[in-house]
């Protein structure tokens, strides 16, 4: 079970909201982490600085945040590692045939009204909604 934490939260989605308009506003680009990412992976975009310096600021947020507040940003799974690997495949085929991601689709596509967006995030969801009861109330597990 996860803890409710409202104002980490906002805080968290403000910043994520924040990004993606500084990167729409002075690249014309789309937040989207797994496009992001597919940038960096060969052949590699030739618009690569911004891309690290994104997932760099990514990855430093949680040490910026520790040192901000002297919260450290916990995270744990009850999920054993291999489902973790298969979870992410399954997601990584989602996002393949989806176009994008929930941080693409969700956070920015939403944003701007896209109709795929807006049909891609609802698929996201109700399709996590679905997993989430078959694994715990079907199969018990987790």
């Known amino acids: 079970m996860t803890e409710f934490t409202p104002l980490m939260s906002l805080a968290g989605g403000s910043l994520i909201g924040l990004s993606a308009v500084l990167l729409m506003a002075f690249h014309g680009r789309i937040a989207g982490m797994t496009g992001i990412l597919t940038g960096m992976l060969p052949p590699v975009a030739t618009d690569w ?3 690290i310096a994104f997932l760099a600021g990514a990855v430093a947020a949680p040490a910026l ?3 901000a507040t ?3 940003v916990d995270f744990s799974s009850p ?3 291999p489902w973790l690997v298969l979870g992410g495949l399954v997601v990584g085929i989602g996002v393949y045939f989806g176009g994008g991601c929930t941080s693409g689709h969700g956070v920015c596509g939403i944003a701007r009204l896209s109709p795929r967006s807006i049909v891609a995030t609802l698929t996201f969801m109700a399709t996590a909604a679905a997993s989430v009861f078959v694994l715990r109330h079907v199969l018990g597990a987790f």
């Open 49 to 51: 600085p911004w891309r």
């Open 65 to 67: 945040i520790l040192a």
């Open 70 to 72: 002297g919260q450290s």
């Open 79 to 81: 999920v054993p590692a």
